[in-house]
């Protein structure tokens, strides 16, 4: 193969991935969403979706690869011994290669280089072929992969069946991170997800028989008021159906410019408050059952950060958590949301320490000088929490 100038290693690496691949090389086998009508969801909105080739990704690999190679070189050229430093990135820099092409590059390397994430939002509506065929370059490239993850719609693993999802588990894909949100027809439809709980359940047990890991999103709150304790019950159904590896959960949000959110500005869409989320992350724990799923709040919008455990196990800890939060006082619940929304406190015990709590309460005092009551100066200065 012919060496690249560094000027012309390029890649694409597209813009969204899942927290937990906060350190994985990103592949970007195709752009945007196909089907884009999720109506919480404004992350690829107006933008339509294409499929790369295959030439493209291999190029993009290519590039990943030689920088990869280059950051290394310097980091035993500087002398920081095979470390990537910051050092290493400005010296990478100064070399003619920009930081948001090393950036990625060197988490990766960071990290022990052992995982790959495949962007954008359902990268295998491609042919099977064409990623079994990117799968097989990024390995040849990049030996110390042990893990490569990617998003996928319920509606593409339930088409393309056990068989053809064996095949890419044959070809490296480990784990897909699929967007369930709820388990609920009534919520599927209401978001218009285009799936609905039979095509959750058939999708996740055919990527489970392929032998890959699943990881499932919930988005507590997505039925609001009116369909909290619906939702709730009839995720849990669907999740003990499928027996996930992972359950996580992101709380929904109603993000400015998505039509949920100009839905509730007219007053069409109830939303449950924080208290009514917790109620309901509640409900559905409490009914996940038969399974051995690990639950996991990787996401900054959930209020209880430290809801984490494994079905059955830790279900008792996780539900006591649950009810220590809501058995609180109203004065001490609504301390414990500022403190958490304002970056105060970081988990409900942290309300039983006297510099945290004094800190949270005079966040509360300022907030209701400013705007009359902590409620309303909550809705204020974090718009996106109810
Ligand atoms: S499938 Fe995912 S990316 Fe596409 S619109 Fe729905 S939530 Fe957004």
Request: aromatic share 6%; proline share 5%.
């Amino acid at each position: 193969m012919t060496a690249l100038p560094i000027q012309n290693w390029r890649y694409e690496a597209g813009p969204i991935r899942p927290p937990s691949e906060a350190c994985s090389l990103l592949v970007r086998l195709t752009r945007n969403c196909p089907w884009g009508r999720c109506r919480f969801c404004i992350s690829y909105r107006g933008a339509a979706f294409e499929a790369r080739s295959l030439e493209d990704v291999r190029s993009d690999i290519d590039a990943m690869a030689e920088i990869a190679r280059f950051l290394l070189e310097e980091s035993w050229r500087i002398g920081t011994g095979g470390r990537i430093t910051h050092e290493v990135l400005n010296a990478a820099a100064e070399a003619g290669l920009p930081t948001q092409y090393s950036y990625q590059v060197a988490l990766f390397l960071s990290a022990a280089g052992q995982s790959a994430f495949l962007t954008d939002a359902d990268s295998l509506s491609l042919p099977v072929g064409d990623v079994e065929a990117a799968l097989k370059h990024l390995y040849s490239r990049f030996p110390s992969l042990r893990r490569v993850t990617t998003y996928a719609r319920s509606m593409t693993l339930c088409k393309l069946g056990a068989e053809n999802l064996r095949r890419l588990r044959e070809a490296g894909l480990t784990r897909v991170h699929v967007g369930m949100e709820s388990g609920s027809d009534a919520v599927l439809k209401e978001v218009r997800k285009g799936v609905l709980a039979k095509h959750h359940i058939a999708a996740g047990r055919a990527a489970m028989e392929a032998g890959l890991e699943l990881s499932e999103y919930i988005m507590p709150g997505l039925g609001g008021r009116e369909r909290s304790a619906e939702h709730a019950g009839e995720t849990a159904r669907v999740l003990n159906a499928i027996n996930p590896q992972f359950i996580r959960l992101r709380t929904f949000t109603p993000l400015p410019g998505s039509a949920l959110e100009e839905e509730l500005a007219e007053g069409g869409f109830t939303p449950l408050d924080e208290d009514g989320v917790v109620a309901e992350i509640r409900a559905m724990i409490a009914a996940l059952d038969g399974i051995s799923s690990q639950v996991v709040s990787d996401h900054d919008w959930n209020l209880l950060m430290e809801v984490e455990g494994r079905i059955p196990d830790d279900k008792p800890a996780m539900l006591s958590l649950l009810d220590a939060y809501l058995s609180l006082s109203s004065e001490n619940r609504q301390l414990f949301r500022v403190g958490r929304r304002l970056g105060i406190l970081h988990f409900l015990a942290d309300l039983q320490r006297p510099p945290a709590r004094r800190a949270a309460e005079e966040a509360a005092e300022d907030l209701k000088r400013r705007f009359g009551d902590a409620e309303a100066g909550l809705r204020a200065v974090a718009p996106f929490r109810m």
